[in-house]
Nanobody
Framework: QVQLADAGGGSVQAGDSLKLSCVVSGTEFNMYAMGWFRQAPGKEREFVATISRSGGMTKYADPVMGRFTISRDNAKKTVYLQMNALKSDDTAVYYC????????????????????WSQGTQVTVSS
């Protein structure tokens, strides 16, 4: 069955960097667009970034644009989120997610359109 295993979270100082990873098993990874979402305590889960099946197209939420980079390695069935210049506002549990995507509608920032989810990895940024 489909499983998404994420890792790489931790506690860092503002301005530091972290790289999250998410390994997908039980499905054909290259059929899915992948995304990262995050949820801070007491807040709704929010979109962070998404990447197309081939990795050729990406989209980012405004708060992370220019600081975060999403990438994927289809041979390793892994999606990454490189996070630079971290701020305290980035503190949250980060989740990776997957959805079937097509050329005419590859992009989604809506969590309910993603079928598969990781358990989440905690990122804590102190200033």
């Amino acid at each position: 069955q489909v499983q998404l295993a994420d890792a790489g979270g931790g506690s860092v100082q503002a301005g530091d960097s972290l790289k999250l990873s998410c390994v997908v098993s039980g499905t054909e990874f290259n059929m899915y667009a992948m995304g990262w979402f995050r949820q801070a305590p007491g807040k709704e889960r929010e979109f962070v970034a998404t990447i197309s099946r081939s990795g050729g197209m990406t989209k980012y939420a405004d708060p992370v644009m220019g600081r975060f980079t999403i990438s994927r390695d289809n041979a390793k069935k892994t999606v990454y989120l490189q996070m630079n210049a971290l701020k305290s506002d980035d503190t949250a549990v980060y989740y990776c997610a997957g959805r079937v995507a097509y050329s005419t509608r590859w992009y989604s920032a809506q969590s309910d359109e993603y079928r598969y989810w990781s358990q989440g990895t905690q990122v804590t940024v102190s200033s």
